[in-house]
C-alpha cells in the first residue's frame, strides 16, 4: 500500500490559532487495548509549549473520558472534550457534561457484558454514559457487534450509533465532536481565533466540517475519505508537525517581542 503523503496548509505567523487534537491514532497509536496507550512525554511537552504559545488555545477531543485523558498527559493539564463532547472540561476547570438515565446504564452494562462474553475477543468499554464496544482482536465478529449496536438503538432511542476503527461506540444522541469544537470556540481563549482541528476517525470528521465551515484548518491523519482539507500520514507524521508548528509559533512570538 502507497504511504499517504502529506499536506497541510501552512501556519501564518500573523493569524492566531485554536488547536484541537484528537487522541487515539493521532497523539499516539492504536494498540489493541486502549489501556496500553501512551503519549510520550516529548510530545506532552510540545503540547504544553505550542499551548503557551496560542494563550491556553488547546484542547484534547476523544472519545476516552475526562480522567483517561488527564492520565495520559499528565502533569500537563488542558481543557478537554470526552466521550465525543459528553464531557467537557473547558479553560476555568467548569466541567459539564450529559448522562444516560442510570437505569439504562445498569440495563445496558448488564446486557452487553453478557453478549460480548460470546464473542471471544472482543471488548467492552464502559465510559458511564457511553459504551464502545471492540473487535480489532476478533475481527470475524463486525457483523454481529454491528447488529448488537442496531438492536439496542432500536430499544434506546436516546442512543445512537458511532462507528470508528474496529469499534461500535454507543452513545447519548446529539453528542459529537464537532458540537463540542463549536461550544469552545465561542469561549474564551478559543473565541476570536482560527480553529485547527486533526484527527483520523470517522468521529472526527463532524469536527472537521465545523472548523471548514469557520474557515480553519482540518487535518486527517491517515488514508481514506475525508472531509479535511490536509493530511498527514500517521502519527510520526503529526509529532513532526507539532513540533515544527511549536517551534514556528514560538519563534514568531520571541520576534514580536523583540520589536
Request: proline content about 7%; hydrophobic content about 45%.
Amino acid at each position: 500500500m502507497t504511504k499517504q503523503a502529506d499536506f497541510v496548509p501552512p501556519i501564518k505567523a500573523e493569524a492566531r490559532y485554536a488547536f484541537f487534537f484528537d487522541v487515539d491514532g493521532t497523539l499516539t497509536a492504536i494498540k489493541p487495548r486502549p489501556d496500553e496507550v501512551s503519549i510520550p512525554a516529548a510530545v506532552v511537552a510540545d503540547l504544553q509549549q505550542l499551548a503557551q504559545s496560542c494563550d491556553a488555545a488547546l484542547a484534547l477531543v476523544s472519545g476516552r473520558p475526562i480522567s483517561e485523558l488527564d492520565a495520559l498527559v499528565a502533569p500537563a493539564r488542558f481543557p478537554l472534550v470526552g466521550v465525543h463532547g459528553a464531557e467537557r472540561r473547558n479553560l476555568q476547570n467548569k466541567i459539564t457534561g450529559i448522562a444516560l438515565d442510570p437505569g439504562t446504564v445498569t440495563i445496558l452494562s448488564r446486557e452487553l457484558e453478557q453478549a460480548i462474553a460470546a464473542l471471544p475477543g472482543t471488548g467492552l468499554e464502559s465510559k458511564g454514559m457511553a459504551f464502545a464496544l471492540h473487535y480489532r482482536q476478533a475481527p470475524q465478529y463486525q457483523q454481529a457487534i454491528e447488529a448488537l449496536a442496531d438492536s439496542l438503538v432500536a430499544r434506546f432511542p436516546e442512543l445512537v450509533q458511532q462507528p470508528g476503527k474496529c469499534v461500535v461506540e454507543l452513545k447519548p444522541r446529539g453528542v459529537n465532536k464537532g458540537a463540542a469544537i463549536n461550544d469552545f470556540m465561542q469561549q474564551p481563549p478559543f473565541a476570536g481565533r482560527i480553529p485547527v482541528c486533526i484527527g483520523d476517525d470517522l468521529t472526527d470528521e463532524a469536527g472537521f466540517d465545523v472548523v471548514n465551515a469557520m474557515g480553519g484548518i482540518s487535518i486527517k491523519v491517515g488514508s481514506g475519505a475525508t472531509a479535511a482539507r490536509g493530511r498527514l500520514a500517521d502519527v510520526d507524521a503529526v509529532y513532526r508537525w507539532l513540533e515544527q508548528t511549536r517551534i514556528k509559533l514560538d519563534q514568531d512570538a520571541t520576534t514580536s517581542v523583540r520589536s
